[in-house]
């Protein structure tokens, strides 16, 4: 035997093993081998997708293909999580709009380690000295009381609401009546019962939604002159809205709100002269309620609820569109308490965002949070 071959051969035996264990205690968290946890993987599949949370199961918004076809057909679906994982191909998602990523903080990738406190897929990176939290509110319907009873105004004057008070204000975010609609039917709701407290609690239980409007047309009514041959005809038109705004928290009534616009700033003259005074007088009426509303709505306090407890993980029902940011501290108040401070049951760390609008935490202080808790930004020592 030739010891000087014996020899390298048994060190290199010898070391073989070690160098495997070092290099599987040093293995990188992207390495193919090493499996994130279930919950985390599914958290980066839906990273860019809105998801909801409704009775401790999560839904995804997606397109409905056949909305095209016609009355009765939603534009949107809500499809389980496990059913959406399973088929996305069969699936296309709604894409946040560029209004909206505007308004919602900026946020930017970070590498993931093996650690849930470091394994955030969507961080903020920077602190702004103020955090702007938005407050969710449903428009539900304005019945319509034109004197053209073909003409149907409701929705529309709703959806330019809507959109003036997103043109005023980065703090509020407006909740889809249509999704609200068919979960309260699936309950057996009736949508005539939605003003009464046990379904305002419902709704800000379930959805987050701080306050529900509702309103009513009166008009337009169009004053107009007939054009001779040598002459254009002039019109002028007037609108009242009213609406109430509702506080689902408490369950009531918090404030009637009404707006009409002024008769002479509705002139127009030729061609579709009516029409055209009609849509000014709107967008007058529309323009002074949107003040009004987005006051009343400064009233009203934040806040968020525990949606689902699974585990250490608490899923929450705001996320970055709402402006949380990873990082941030809440203090949990008991289901159904005033939610005043100084009952603060215990504390929440946010840890990741979960689809666009909800995030996940864990309990840094206290006790266990239970579903449907509320939880509020906790303030900080300087403050």
Not at 3 to 29: G, N
Not at 67 to 96: F, H, M, R, W
Not at 280 to 293: K, T, V
Request: charged fraction near 30%.
């Amino acid at each position: 035997m030739n010891l000087r071959e014996t020899i390298p051969r048994f060190f290199i035996i010898l070391l073989l093993p070690i160098l495997l264990l070092v290099f599987a205690c040093s293995m990188p968290s992207w390495f193919p081998l090493k499996k994130r946890p279930p919950h985390m993987a599914k958290q980066k599949e839906l990273q860019d997708k809105e998801v909801i949370i409704i009775d401790k199961h999560e839904y995804v918004k997606v397109s409905n293909a056949r909305a095209s076809e016609g009355k009765g057909q939603p534009k949107y679906l809500y499809i389980p999580v496990n059913e959406y994982l399973a088929n996305k191909g069969d699936y296309t998602t709604p894409s946040i709009g560029k209004e909206e990523l505007k308004k919602s903080p900026s946020v930017a990738s970070t590498k993931t380690s093996p650690s849930l406190k470091e394994e955030v897929l969507l961080v903020s990176p920077s602190k702004p000295a103020s955090s702007v939290l938005k407050k969710k509110v449903m428009i539900a319907h304005f019945d319509d009381r034109t004197t053209v009873t073909e003409e149907v105004l409701g929705d529309w004057v709703a959806e330019k609401l809507m959109k003036e008070v997103n043109r005023r204000s980065y703090q509020v975010s407006f909740v889809d009546y249509q999704m609200v609609k068919e979960f309260l039917e699936k309950k057996g709701v009736d949508v005539k019962d939605l003003e009464t407290p046990n379904v305002l609690h419902l709704l800000n239980e379930v959805f987050g939604i701080h306050a529900l409007v509702v309103g009513q047309l009166s008009g337009p009514y169009v004053f107009a002159t007939k054009a001779d041959k040598e002459s254009e005809g002039i019109a002028s038109a007037i609108i009242k809205i009213d609406m109430r705004l509702m506080d689902t928290f408490h369950g009531k009534t918090s404030k009637h709100l009404s707006a009409s616009n002024p008769l002479v700033a509705t002139k127009e003259k030729g061609t579709f002269s009516e029409e055209k005074a009609k849509i000014r007088a709107i967008d007058f009426a529309i323009s002074e309620l949107g003040r009004s509303l987005l006051t009343e709505l400064d009233r009203l306090d934040w806040f968020c609820r525990i949606a689902k407890v699974e585990g250490e993980e608490v899923y929450i029902n705001a996320g970055r569109v709402t402006g949380l940011r990873v990082g941030d501290v809440m203090d949990v108040f008991r289901s159904g308490g005033s939610g005043e401070r100084g009952e603060v049951k215990g504390k929440i760390k946010i840890s990741a965002f979960f689809g666009i609008d909800a995030s996940m935490g864990r309990l840094i202080q206290g006790k266990t949070p239970d579903v449907n808790d509320v939880l509020k930004l906790a303030k900080s020592e300087g403050t």
